[in-house]
């Protein structure tokens, strides 16, 4: 899909309509007049956010000040959520509002007893604006705690459509023919696929869509809430047709080594960017964002994708992910920070970062127009429209110190793995071993 200029000025306009101002050039967009009650008052907010994450993230911070006179202060986590703010509570440094990436961190918190409930409006905004999906995800023993502000698409295998054209091959729909073209891009003198094999988490992502497709939904319910053992046979079996991937080096640039050695912004600047090394890069929509912010990319022309393909007979994989906004109960102001995420549930809101791109909205108010892409108003709209049929990234479902922990856990085992992925039955039987450990804990 070609993006042209009419279609940008056309959602840039309508942008403006819904906001009362618009910075189609990059700038923060106003959120509007406001009360100014919260004058003098100031937040800390606390995510994994980094780069243009935080970038865009800062611009929703801006218009929520601007609306209502509350200063705000982000602060970077770095992918250690779980470990960061349970040492910030302990100091007596806590954030007001937490961006929790993962539902089994977020479960964690409330057990803990470090959570705020959301209030009655935001809980009413949620109920009337979201698939329930999102309220399930975001609830712990039926209270409502967490709010997902930011969705992601995680089933979209991202290219180069020069590179592709080049080999002359067409956006594949099954995992074997994926694998056949790119042997045929790797022919053309790119490697074919660019994997983040330094970020265990890129990783837990490649299996969940594998696993989803080849095992089927109610297997992946049953994995993603350990009621069935990672040494079942569809483990081993989802790993096996992973590892065709890993174990060929002609597919991954930089083979094991180069994977290994390269983190997820570095994966996508291997396809995108100003010296190209790999046709394909597998990843959530918010690739996207990146290759627009960080390397001048035209997302539709010169950046697409295409779904993650159908494994075996199975259907093609949709996982979602997200960040959820909670408000801790050892913050100073409480007040300003429910008003935070109140906020945050408006089409409004969501507006600010969807028009700068790398970002999807799971409420159903928010215009399509507030995205400033094709591409990315597509992708919005299918996982708005798969409602509660889509699947929640597995591994952010999990305890934190198996899912969501940086060198330990499934990271760490399947980094290995894309070591040496020799021994699939082995490896199934240390995610069980480190699986049980985490989930008694």
Same mark, same amino acid.
Request: proline share 4%; aromatic share 10%.
């Given at each position: ?87 910030k509570i302990e100091g007596g440094k806590a954030p007001e509002v937490v961006m929790v990436p993962q539902v089994g961190v977020l479960q964690q918190f409330a057990k803990q007893g470090w959570l705020e409930p959301l209030s009655k409006k935001a809980g009413a905004a949620v109920d ?135 983190? #997820? ?40 994708? #295409? ?46 970062w969807a028009g700068a791109g790398g970002f999807l909205s799971p409420n159903k108010k928010l215009d399509l127009a507030a995205y400033g892409d094709d591409v990315t108003r597509e992708t919005a709209k299918s996982l708005v429209a798969a409602g509660d049929s889509v699947r929640f ?8 110190? #198996? ?39």
């Open positions: 899909m070609m993006r042209r200029r009419t279609n940008l000025l056309a959602s840039c306009t309508a942008l403006a309509l819904a906001l009362g101002a618009t910075a189609c050039g990059g700038g923060p967009v106003s959120a509007g007049g406001g009360d100014k009650s919260l004058d003098g008052q100031t937040i800390t907010v606390a995510g994994v956010w980094s780069g243009s994450e935080q970038k865009n993230f800062q611009k929703v911070l801006d218009a929520f000040t601007e609306k209502t006179g509350a200063k705000t202060r982000f602060v970077s986590t770095g992918d250690n959520v779980s470990t960061v703010i349970g040492s009337a604006d979201y698939a329930s999906v999102w309220k399930n995800y975001g609830s712990v023993d039926g209270t409502l705690y967490g709010l997902y502000f930011k969705a992601a698409h995680k089933s979209t295998v991202w290219y180069s459509p020069e590179a592709l054209d080049r080999a002359g091959v067409e956006p594949p729909t099954t995992y074997d023919a994926m694998l056949k073209a790119g042997h045929t891009v790797s022919d053309s003198g790119l490697a074919a696929f660019s994997v983040a094999g330094q970020d265990g988490w890129t990783l837990t992502d490649w299996f969940e869509n594998i696993y989803l497709s080849q095992a089927g939904p109610e297997k992946y319910d049953a994995l993603a809430t350990h009621r069935i053992k990672w040494t079942d046979p569809t483990v081993v079996e989802a790993l096996t047709t992973l590892g065709k991937l890993f174990k060929d080096k002609q597919l991954m640039a930089g083979g094991q080594k180069g994977a290994l050695n390269t983190d #997820f912004p570095g994966s996508v600047e291997k396809v995108f960017g100003p010296e190209p090394q790999a046709g394909m890069v597998y990843e959530g929509d918010f690739v996207a964002g990146v290759a627009k912010d960080q390397f001048g990319r035209k997302i539709g022309e010169d950046a697409n994708f #295409f779904p993650f393909p159908a494994v075996a007979d199975g259907k093609a994989p949709v996982v979602s992910g997200g960040d959820a906004a909670v408000v801790l109960k050892d913050g100073k102001n409480q007040k300003a920070a429910m008003r935070f995420l109140e906020y945050l549930t408006t089409p409004e809101a969501s507006a600010v990234d597995m591994s952010d479902q999990a305890p934190a110190a #198996f899912g969501g922990t940086k060198g330990a856990g499934e990271w760490k085992i399947l980094q290995d793995f894309l070591r040496d992925p020799s021994d699939p039955k082995g490896t199934a039987a240390e995610l069980e071993s480190a699986a049980a450990k985490a989930y008694k804990g």
